[in-house]
């Protein structure tokens, strides 16, 4: 096979590289930027130096960031959601997946259909909410945790995992004489250890990140999320929580933007620590998910 | 497959094989037991709230209940459409609908089919894992580095912009620049995720077509588009039809987030205003009836364009 490469076809290709080069730094660069800002002194983002590392650096944004509990009582609730809405989710995932994969199950069909009409139509932000509501559960994990337990989405993905898992293991397994139960845990469900590693990482971002939930359901202040807080400190500018009065801010070499940019750094933590785990799983978790399709 | 063993027991008389109910319960009993919770769930959170809608035909409060607060007819409905911001409310929703599909739903595919051109694994690799990033960040802080990037004090787009010798934009406050900040984040957010399954499509297109146009003489661009974008059309058509279930009920929490008090003859859409009526002002049945009015417009734009679909290709959702 002869590959003639024309001037247009080289020009091309260049183009191609520095197009996607350019992407490939702008799906970073704000991220970095905000590292950057968030270790420098005030006096230098001001005067406008900070590019992309920290000029002047210092860790007093980061001080400030801590010095009032509430981040930390925030960190702590929604570490504690996070942890409690992946495991249910998981859980109702797998019961609503598993049985669904069985083809001998009777009314197979109408639960499916049960459930994916959920997805077609539903009820809307208010009823939800009198529902939750009328059930005593505002201000409550429960509100946070149980209405998203059962994704319709991952349900499927999961339950296409687990029928192309060989049915002769199952027979193998009942002959051993075990259980529904056993079989599920003992032999669906550590063949299916990439997937349950995919959802467990979906899942827990998206605790991790929401914001609407929390917002809906959550009054008390102490119960706060920290998508929440940081909503308050850096769309809204409301410093108090991280205890930073205007009128002390510049001789502490802190001001807006880096107490932000602390902030949401603060924030990402987790998401960062967990984005190498990320690529390992994350494309074929999707993968699966279209094969279905 | 050993699954139609038909076991005839004497059971009250009936005939009792694998595939019937009573089968199922007794043999497989753990099975049911599994589904009843996220059932109960189902029932509970989806279906309740479904019939919860009917507030939006009533004057609901507490004392009454859902069964006994008094029926206003389309009370709610008329409300909102002679209410003198539902034109601008209704039209920011089309706009930013209309605006994320046209510009949101091409840009994965481009960004894919530019990433398919290149030979180079290891560049592509990087740059598809870079690329997943910001869809692992959440909208508030999306919508916070936004807001610092276009700052007209410290922000860098300002910074250029002055440079070269302009006023200093105020993107944040201007209404004008709301929608396209609203879609270009969208953009940044989702254009990784969204190319996964398009690359994963490209990838499955044989290299024989690829010889065949080569010998018949197509270049870069020509098999593009002869043998490329027709490999990927089903999954483009299909992921098409998904994206359009959702066509104009944008999601209210970008909205929300970016909004301010100066740029709402942009940023308010239906959901927003859903949001304040309902929730903070706790005004119910209103608001469930603007968000069903948002539901009933979104199914029959979705029927349209599925029935359009159909005649004219031959793909449909249903």
Request: charge should be positive; include cysteine; hydrophobic fraction near 50%.
């Amino acid at each position: 096979m002869i590959r003639s490469k024309s001037i247009g076809d080289r020009i091309f290709v260049i183009i191609n590289y520095t197009l996607l080069t350019i992407l490939g730094i702008m799906f970073f660069y704000p991220i970095l930027y905000q590292l950057a800002i968030s270790f420098s002194s005030a006096q230098a983002v001001s005067a406008h130096k900070v590019f992309a590392w920290p000029v002047e650096p210092t860790l007093k944004s980061y001080a400030k960031v801590f010095e009032t509990g509430k981040i930390i009582r925030a960190y702590k609730n929604t570490l504690y959601y996070t942890a409690f809405g992946t495991v249910l989710q998981l859980i109702g995932t797998t019961f609503i997946a598993y049985p669904l994969s069985k083809r001998r199950l009777f009314g197979r069909r109408g639960i499916s259909f049960f459930f994916y009409f959920t997805n077609v139509f539903n009820g809307g932000m208010i009823p939800t909410f009198l529902v939750v509501r009328n059930l005593g559960m505002i201000d409550t994990v429960w509100a946070l945790v149980i209405p998203g337990c059962i994704s319709v989405y991952y349900a499927i993905v999961l339950r296409t995992n687990f029928e192309a898992i060989p049915s002769d293991l199952e027979e193998a397994a009942k002959i051993d004489g075990l259980g529904n139960w056993a079989i599920l845990l003992k032999v669906y469900v550590p063949l299916s250890k990439g997937i349950y590693a995919a959802l467990t990482l979906f899942f827990a971002v998206g605790f991790w990140n929401s914001y609407v939930q929390p917002l809906i359901y959550l009054n008390d202040d102490t119960k706060f999320t920290l998508q929440m807080l940081l909503r308050n400190i850096v769309l809204q500018g409301q410093m108090t929580d991280i205890g930073a009065g205007a009128s002390n801010m510049q001789d502490l070499g802190t001001n807006t933007d880096t107490l932000k940019a602390a902030c949401i750094m603060v924030v990402m933590l987790p998401i960062m620590c967990v984005y190498p785990f990320i690529q390992k799983y994350f494309v074929k978790g999707i993968m699966i998910g279209a094969v279905k399709g | 497959m050993g699954e139609r063993n038909i076991t005839t027991a004497r059971k009250r008389g009936r005939k009792y094989h694998s595939g019937t109910f009573l089968y199922s319960l007794t043999h497989d009993g753990a099975l049911y037991f599994m589904l009843l919770f996220p059932i109960a769930v189902a029932i509970i959170f989806r279906y309740v709230p479904i019939g919860y809608l009917a507030i939006a035909f009533k004057n609901y409060n507490f004392v009454d209940g859902l069964f006994r607060s008094p029926w206003v007819g389309f009370k709610w409905f008329e409300k909102f459409f002679t209410y003198r911001k539902f034109g601008l409310i209704f039209g920011n929703t089309l706009k930013i609908s209309f605006g994320t599909l046209i510009f949101g739903f091409p840009a994965p595919i481009i960004f894919a089919l530019l990433l398919n051109e290149t030979k180079n694994l290891r560049f592509k690799k990087a740059v598809q894992t870079i690329s997943y990033l910001p869809y692992f960040v959440s909208t508030v802080i999306v919508v916070g580095m936004m807001n610092q990037l276009v700052s007209p004090t410290t922000g860098f787009i300002n910074e250029i912009i002055r440079a070269l010798g302009h006023d200093t934009v105020m993107f944040n406050t201007e209404p004008q620049y709301f929608l396209p900040m609203y879609i270009i984040s969208g953009i940044w957010s989702g254009l990784g995720y969204s190319s996964i399954l398009y690359l994963s499509a490209l990838a499955g297109i044989s290299q024989e077509l690829y010889e065949a146009a080569e010998v018949d003489g197509a270049g870069r661009f020509g098999k593009m588009i002869h043998v490329t974008l027709p490999g990927i059309l089903p999954t483009i058509m299909i992921l098409l039809l998904m994206r359009l279930g959702t066509l104009i009920t944008v999601g209210f929490e970008k909205a929300y987030l970016m909004q301010n008090d100066l740029n709402l003859k942009a940023s308010e859409i239906i959901g927003t205003f859903v949001y304040k009526q309902g929730i903070v002002r706790m005004d119910y049945s209103y608001s469930a009836a603007v968000d069903l009015f948002q539901s009933v417009v979104n199914i029959a734009l979705v029927t349209l364009f599925n029935t359009i679909s159909r005649r004219v290709a031959d793909i449909s959702l249903w």
